[in-house]
């Protein structure tokens, strides 16, 4: 099982950019679709942005299409957001996770292999 580390957060006002950096370790990374999930205070875990092992394809959330990139580098066991245009109500805790894509029913995201998750905070 993948283990995982997020980088990256912090303090920015609205308008500004940050980029979320999770770094994972193993040999089986490329394996792995990733994902990108947030969770604010009081409300639950949601995906932002999801992306499959080759990086052709790509999930993102309605709240953060057009603003929000999702790459990776398999090279590197490296998977990150770019976040632009940030909006105080994408203050959350940020998280990485590994899972699977399938052409025919998308992401899944069964394995508990959480971070400790970074913290973005948008000021307005």
């Known amino acids: 099982q993948v283990q995982l580390v997020e980088s990256g957060g912090g303090l920015v006002q609205a308008g500004g950019s940050l980029r979320l950096s999770c770094a994972a370790s193993?040999?089986?990374?490329?394996?792995?679709?990733m994902g990108w999930f947030r969770q604010a205070p009081g409300k639950e875990r949601e995906a932002v942005a999801c992306?499959?092992?080759?990086?052709?394809?790509?999930y993102y959330a309605d709240a953060v299409k057009g603003r929000f990139t999702i790459s990776r580098d398999n090279a590197k066991n490296r998977v990150y957001l770019q976040m632009n245009s940030l909006k105080p109500e994408d203050t959350a805790v940020y998280y990485c996770?590994?899972?699977?894509?399938?052409?025919?029913?998308?992401?899944?995201?069964?394995?508990?292999?959480w971070g400790q998750g970074t913290q973005v905070t948008v000021s307005s």
């Open positions: 996770n590994a899972g699977l894509w399938y052409s025919g029913s998308g992401f899944h995201f069964p394995y508990d292999s």
């Open positions: 992306i499959n092992t080759s990086g052709g394809t790509t």
């Open positions: 193993g040999r089986t990374f490329s394996s792995y679709a």
